[in-house]
């Protein structure tokens, strides 16, 4: 078994047609109404829809018998970019592959709206690693409604405040695209800082209600670059029709010039040299200098393995929402 979700379960197959390693999803027909059956059939029509693109789990076929619904896609076996970031290192002081591996994620999203899908639960969970690719998966929770009015799809973490209904006031619908932006928003967090920003964008949660009061807060709290703080600002616009356009988030993150403060930055470079030669590491692998920096800090920030360890104690240095954290 590959993986376990609300509604099937994913095994790995051999494709004795071909002769590939193929992952099948196994989703339980028995016993559903005509509402839910027409449901899994949607997932498996956006899914297809938008195969074909480099960055997506291709959807090779769908069959139903003895009372099952299996779709055959694309296998990896090495996980998700979820585990890469948690439990391999992740990507943190690692600038290009934060790039390449956002650019690809981003790339994916634009060709599912270009098609009229919207993914409505982007994650990391949801981004199978293939080597230096990644490709996204479950489209359980697509849509094909630009302007939707169904509140609370996708995981709690990566929500937009509209898709909860407001943040102030209470909204009717909400913008899928812009939806689906926010989400890439925290995944960016995820990735250079291997920390979320929030555990939900909702008045309950005190670091958003902070951020919300003033759109600077998540530099205060983590080493972020101007330049990155300036893009995220634009993500989590509180106004969906003033949020950025995922081309234009796209274009700004492949131009940034740095990520993290310039302390932070020359910390961690700093580190991975000392470290990488004393361990015979590469000292350009972010892997290697996570798993060596327990509890070391420059200039007051952070460095890499804190970021997973500390569970939010550390009032003031760093979001305080670890990746683990999943509740």
Not at 200 to 216: E, I, M, P
Request: proline share 4%; charged share 20%.
């Amino acid at each position: 078994m590959l993986g376990v979700g609300a509604y099937g379960s994913v095994y790995k197959a051999f494709d004795m047609t071909s002769g590939q390693l193929v992952a099948v999803k196994c989703l339980s027909t028995s016993g559903l109404d005509p509402r839910q059956r027409a449901f899994q059939t949607h997932e498996a029509e956006l899914h297809r829809l938008v195969s074909g693109h480099p960055n997506i789990a291709t959807l090779h076929k769908v069959v139903e018998e003895d009372g099952s619904l299996y779709m055959v896609l694309d296998c990896g076996v090495e996980g998700d970019l979820f585990c890469t970031i948690t439990e391999r290192g992740g990507f943190v002081g690692n600038e290009p592959a934060i790039k390449s591996i956002f650019g690809q994620i981003a790339s994916a999203v634009q060709h599912c709206h270009s098609k009229g899908v919207y993914h409505r639960d982007l994650k990391p969970e949801n981004i199978v690693m293939f080597g230096k690719s990644v490709k996204l998966v479950d489209f359980g929770l697509a849509t094909s409604e630009p302007i939707s009015s169904d509140f609370g799809c996708g995981s709690t973490f990566y929500l937009s405040p509209e898709c909860q209904g407001g943040y102030i006031e209470t909204v009717k619908s909400y913008d899928s695209a812009a939806n689906d932006v926010w989400s890439l928003g925290v995944i960016l967090i995820n990735l250079v800082f291997g920390r979320n920003p929030w555990k939900q964008a909702c008045l309950r949660d005190d670091t958003f209600v902070a951020y919300a009061h003033n759109n600077n807060f998540l530099q205060t709290i983590l080493p972020m670059s101007s330049e990155l703080n300036e893009i995220i600002r634009s993500v989590f616009c509180l106004e969906p029709h003033n949020r950025i356009s995922l081309a234009e988030l796209a274009r700004r993150v492949q131009a940034c010039k740095s990520f993290t403060s310039p302390d932070y930055a020359a910390g961690t470079a700093r580190l991975a040299s000392t470290t990488g030669t004393a361990n015979g590491a590469n000292p350009s692998d972010a892997s290697s200098v996570a798993t060596a920096t327990a509890a070391t800090t420059v200039s007051g920030c952070l460095l890499p393995d804190d970021r997973l360890c500390n569970g939010g104690d550390k009032e003031g240095q760093d979001s305080g929402v670890d990746l683990h954290s999943r509740t």
